[in-house]
């Protein structure tokens, strides 16, 4: 538990020291990409099945997005506003093989209709959580499942919440929500 809280608070930390540069380039969070296991956890959690679409806001390189095609084979969408990350993901598509299931989106996250998706995975920063959660609750459907890796949604109480350790042997906490069709 006392790594979790370190890996939050370097996290927190390196936020606040970047936010000023990630300001004038209009991103809203820093690139760091999430391990292939968490990942693999992340889309068994969710419990993608055929007939998904999985939409990854701040999507980096691509992984999610190409593992979810390559492994369920469902639409993939990513969601990324770095030029350079764009461009390497296109390349991940490319040599798995994918093309035909996963597109990435050049968009601000905070403006991307999540209407479509039935699963949202996302590493974002608390703050961008709680931006985007008004737009998860008015127009993704009931039913739709939502991963967020390390940080929660304020009050929003997780459906489960797990702990996964990476080969390097961090330790990152997954968040499941359902968007249930009663509450909307």
Same mark, same amino acid.
């Given at each position: 538990?006392?790594? %979790? $809280?370190?890996?939050?608070?370097? &996290? ?10 990630? =300001?004038? *380039?209009?991103? %809203?969070?820093?690139?760091?990409? #999430?391990?292939?296991? +968490?990942?693999?956890?992340?889309? @068994?959690? =969710? ?6 679409? +999985? ?5 980096? @390189? ?6 979810? =095609?390559?492994? $369920? ?6 969601? *990324?506003?770095?030029? *350079? ?13 994918? *093309? ?8 601000? %996250?905070? #403006? ?8 949202? #995975? &996302? ?7 709680? &931006? ?20 929660? &949604? ?18 990152? #906490? ?7 069709? =009663?509450?909307?």
């Amino acid at each position: 538990m006392k790594t %979790i $809280y370190r890996v939050v608070l370097v &996290m927190l930390l390196f936020a606040q020291t970047v936010s000023v540069s990630l =300001a004038q *380039e209009g991103k %809203i969070v820093p690139y760091v990409p #999430t391990p292939q296991e +968490v990942v693999d956890r992340m889309l @068994d959690l =969710a419990q993608v099945k055929k007939g998904d679409v +999985v939409y990854d806001l701040g999507s980096g @390189d691509g992984r999610i997005v190409v593992t979810a =095609a390559k492994k $369920y084979g469902v639409k993939a969408i990513g969601f *990324e506003i770095d030029p *350079e990350r764009i461009r390497e993901s296109k390349e991940n598509i490319k040599k798995a093989g994918v *093309e035909h299931l996963v597109e990435i989106r050049q968009q601000d %996250i905070r #403006t991307v209709d999540l209407s479509p998706a039935s699963v949202l #995975t &996302m590493y974002l920063l608390p703050e961008v959580n709680l &931006m985007i959660r008004p737009n998860i609750w008015k127009q993704m459907k009931g039913g739709s499942r939502i991963v967020s890796h390390d940080f929660d &949604m304020g009050d929003w109480k997780p459906l489960k919440t797990e702990y996964v350790k990476d080969s390097g042997s961090w330790d990152h #906490t997954l968040y499941l929500w359902h968007v249930e069709a =009663a509450k909307k």
